[in-house]
C-alpha cells in the first residue's frame, strides 16, 4: 500500500506542484489516490462530467477526441510529471477531449473539491496552471500553423513536405516535431489525396489516350470513305500494274 511519503515524492515529480513544500503536499497527497492503468484504459471521455483531474506518475497517455466520421484524431500525448482533466473543473464544463492509455502507468487521482482547495489557499499551484496552458497554448499555435501550412501546400499540389515532414515524425522534444507526430492523421488523409489524385492522372492519360486513337481511327476512316481517296487508290493499283507488265 502507497504511504504518504511515497505519494509526497511522487507529488514532487508533477510540473504544477513542483516548489511547494511537503507540508503542502502532504495536505494535498491525504486526499489523492493511486489508480493503476494498463494500455488501453479510457480515463475519461470526451463529454464526460469533469469532477476529478488525474496527475501521470509513471507511464504515457494519449489525449483523444472524434473527426465527423467518428474516428481517433490524437490531439497530445503526456507523459510523467503533468497533469490532465483539468479543465473540466475550471470551467465546470463536460470534458472537452478524452485521455487513453498508451501503455501500463500510474496516475494520482484529485477530486473537484481537493483541487479547488488547493487553488484558493495556494497560489503558487495556480501559477503553475497557468504556466502550464501558456505551454499549451504555445504548441497549440505550432500545430495549427503547421497544419495550415501543409493544407495550403496541398491546395498547390505540393506533396513534397509528407517526406520532409517524416523526419519530424521520428525525432522528439521541440513543438514542431511533436505537432509533426501527432499530425500523423493528417498524413495518412493526405497520402491518401495523393494516391487519389495520381490514380485519376493515370486514368485521364489512358482516357486522352483512348480518345486520340478513336480520333485517329475516325480521320482515318472518313479519310478513306471518300472518292478522291477511292480514286487515288485505283490509280496506284492502275501503275503498279503498268510496272508488272513492263
Known amino acids: 500500500m502507497t504511504t504518504d511519503v511515497e505519494l509526497i515524492e511522487q507529488l514532487k515529480n508533477i510540473a504544477i506542484f513542483s516548489?511547494?513544500?511537503?507540508?503542502?503536499?502532504?495536505?494535498?497527497?491525504?486526499?489523492?489516490?493511486?489508480?493503476?492503468?494498463?494500455?488501453?484504459?479510457?480515463?475519461?471521455?470526451?463529454?464526460?462530467?469533469?469532477?476529478?483531474?488525474?496527475?501521470?506518475?509513471?507511464?504515457?497517455?494519449?489525449?483523444?477526441?472524434?473527426?465527423?466520421?467518428?474516428?481517433?484524431?490524437?490531439l497530445n500525448k503526456c507523459g510523467p510529471g503533468e497533469a490532465i482533466g483539468e479543465m473540466a473543473l475550471l470551467d465546470r464544463g463536460p470534458r472537452s477531449a478524452g485521455a487513453v492509455a498508451l501503455e501500463d502507468g500510474e496516475v494520482l487521482e484529485l477530486s473537484r473539491a481537493t483541487f479547488e482547495n488547493i487553488l484558493d489557499h495556494r497560489p503558487d499551484v495556480a501559477l503553475g496552471i497557468i504556466r502550464k496552458y501558456s505551454t499549451r497554448l504555445r504548441f497549440a499555435t505550432t500545430y495549427i500553423e503547421r497544419a495550415i501550412d501543409w493544407a495550403q501546400k496541398i491546395a498547390e499540389g505540393d506533396y513534397s513536405f509528407i517526406d520532409q515532414s517524416q523526419s519530424l515524425v521520428n525525432a522528439a522534444g521541440d513543438d514542431d516535431s511533436k505537432a509533426a507526430q501527432l499530425l500523423s492523421a493528417f498524413f495518412?488523409?493526405?497520402?491518401?489525396?495523393?494516391?487519389?489524385?495520381?490514380?485519376?492522372?493515370?486514368?485521364?492519360?489512358?482516357?486522352?489516350?483512348?480518345?486520340?486513337?478513336?480520333?485517329?481511327?475516325?480521320?482515318?476512316?472518313e479519310i478513306t470513305s471518300t472518292e478522291f481517296y477511292s480514286n487515288l487508290k485505283e490509280q496506284a493499283k492502275t501503275l503498279r500494274l503498268k510496272r508488272v507488265q513492263k
Open 19 to 74: 516548489g511547494l513544500s511537503d507540508e503542502a503536499l502532504a495536505a494535498i497527497a491525504q486526499h489523492a489516490s493511486k489508480r493503476k492503468v494498463a494500455a488501453g484504459d479510457v480515463l475519461m471521455r470526451k463529454g464526460d462530467p469533469g469532477d476529478s483531474l488525474f496527475l501521470i506518475h509513471e507511464g504515457w497517455l494519449k489525449i483523444v477526441t472524434v473527426d465527423s466520421k467518428g474516428d481517433e484524431l490524437i
Open 188 to 221: 495518412t488523409m493526405v497520402r491518401k489525396v495523393k494516391e487519389r489524385e495520381d490514380t485519376l492522372k493515370r486514368q485521364l492519360e489512358k482516357l486522352t489516350f483512348e480518345i486520340d486513337q478513336t480520333r485517329r481511327k475516325q480521320e482515318f476512316e
